[in-house]
Nanobody
């Protein structure tokens, strides 16, 4: 079973930055689309950003202008640069990637933004 692994979460003050990574040991995989989601305490998981293997990007309004999604040289890796962080960005961030109709998920990484 292919597993994605997120890293880079942590505790940061409001206005600070973090860079998350999402990757897999299955280096032969070229995900068609990779996505970032987050789930805040007591809330539903929400989609926040995506990037295709053609570098087409999409952002939800809540993160547009502050977060930047990118792919690594190896197409099985994705990053999320998070700047100007706010306390409301506190959540577990997880990634997802698909190859055709097969979707793969990571376990998530915790981001806490203090005021």
């Amino acid at each position: 079973q292919v597993q994605l692994v997120e890293s880079g979460g942590g505790l940061v003050r409001a206005g600070g930055s973090l860079r998350l990574a999402c990757t897999t040991s299955e280096t032969h995989l070229n995900f068609e689309v990779m996505r970032w989601y987050r789930q805040a305490p007591g809330k539903r998981r929400e989609f926040i950003a995506s990037i295709t293997n053609q570098d087409s990007k999409y952002y939800e309004d809540s993160v547009k202008g502050r977060f930047t999604v990118s792919r690594g040289d190896a197409k099985n890796t994705m990053f999320l640069q998070m700047d100007s962080l706010k306390p409301e960005d506190t959540a577990v961030y997880s990634c997802n990637g698909n190859v055709n109709s097969a979707y793969f998920w990571g376990q998530g990484t915790q981001v806490i933004v203090s005021s």
